[in-house]
């Protein structure tokens, strides 16, 4: 089998070990984006650029020039316009067990900066830490994320593959999907969530007041 040289993308919800895919996925040869993270590559603004031509209705990114393979967001979210442009890449859903994973992005976003493409998605309930109805609204999106493309991908399994990272333990399942060789190096995990560190919040209440950070939308100040 002659490994897949054409797009990959990893379509995973926010925290279910993208940056782990992220890591595979380079190790396998791919040129590979993670996110949209300042410095991720030349033009990089968290989000704010490829969300204005999303938001304008222009899906053809400048990223997919860039490179080969891509996880995390805006790719996950939207995933079936993805499709319309690339019918004949790989795509992999990565899952995490949904309470560790709802628990993990309450911890992660708890006192974290707002950036474009969180807001975009959620709105008032971008920070999930922030309400029980901003934890439903994160419950809600990524069960029904995970459904549409369980759906989508039904008939199309020759190109569809799923995986928890968190719980991968080989590089077997991944590289037969894609007819790649075993690396001679461990399977990664990247990125564990950590409690957040205590001096965050007065951080953020310092950036906020000197503004240079605005408030999120439905966030508390953590005491």
Same mark, same amino acid.
């Given at each position: 089998?002659?490994?897949?040289?054409?797009?990959?993308?990893?379509?995973?919800?926010?925290?279910?070990?993208?940056?782990?895919?992220?890591?595979?996925?380079?190790?396998?040869?791919?040129?590979?984006?993670?996110?949209?993270?300042?410095?991720?590559?030349?033009?990089?603004?968290?989000?704010?650029?490829?969300? @204005?031509? !999303?938001?304008?209705?222009?899906?053809?990114?400048?990223?997919? /020039?860039?490179? %080969?393979? *891509?996880?995390? =967001?805006?790719?996950?979210?939207?995933?079936?316009?993805?499709?319309?442009?690339?019918?004949?890449? @790989?795509? !992999?859903?990565?899952?995490?067990?949904?309470?560790?994973?709802? /628990?993990?992005? %309450?911890? *992660?976003?708890? =006192?974290?900066?707002?950036?474009?493409?969180?807001?975009?998605?959620?709105?008032?309930?971008?920070?999930?830490?922030?309400?029980?109805?901003?934890?439903?609204?994160?419950?809600?999106?990524?069960?029904?994320?995970?459904?549409?493309?369980?759906?989508?991908?039904?008939?199309?399994?020759?190109?569809?593959?799923?995986?928890?990272?968190?719980?991968?333990?080989?590089?077997?399942?991944?590289?037969?999907?894609?007819?790649?060789?075993?690396?001679?190096?461990?399977?990664?995990?990247?990125?564990?969530?950590?409690?957040?560190?205590?001096?965050?919040?007065?951080?953020?209440?310092?950036?906020?007041?000197?503004?240079?950070?605005?408030?999120?939308?439905?966030?508390?100040?953590?005491?």
């Amino acid at each position: 089998m002659t490994q897949h040289d054409g797009k990959i993308f990893g379509i995973g919800f926010y925290k279910t070990g993208t940056t782990t895919l992220y890591d595979a996925l380079r190790i396998l040869g791919y040129h590979t984006v993670n996110g949209d993270k300042l410095g991720s590559y030349p033009g990089a603004d968290d989000g704010a650029t490829l969300l @204005r031509r !999303i938001q304008a209705g222009d899906y053809r990114l400048p990223t997919f /020039d860039m490179f %080969e393979a *891509f996880t995390d =967001n805006p790719y996950f979210s939207i995933w079936r316009q993805i499709y319309d442009q690339f019918p004949d890449a @790989r795509y !992999i859903l990565t899952v995490r067990d949904e309470r560790r994973w709802i /628990d993990s992005c %309450e911890k *992660f976003f708890r =006192n974290r900066r707002m950036r474009p493409m969180r807001e975009w998605m959620f709105g008032e309930h971008a920070n999930p830490a922030s309400s029980p109805e901003a934890r439903q609204a994160w419950l809600d999106a990524y069960r029904a994320h995970n459904a549409a493309v369980r759906a989508f991908f039904a008939a199309r399994g020759a190109q569809y593959f799923e995986l928890d990272p968190t719980t991968e333990g080989s590089w077997d399942r991944l590289c037969t999907f894609l007819g790649a060789p075993l690396p001679d190096l461990p399977w990664p995990h990247a990125n564990p969530t950590r409690r957040d560190q205590p001096w965050r919040p007065a951080w953020r209440r310092l950036k906020r007041g000197l503004g240079l950070e605005r408030r999120d939308p439905g966030d508390r100040d953590e005491e």
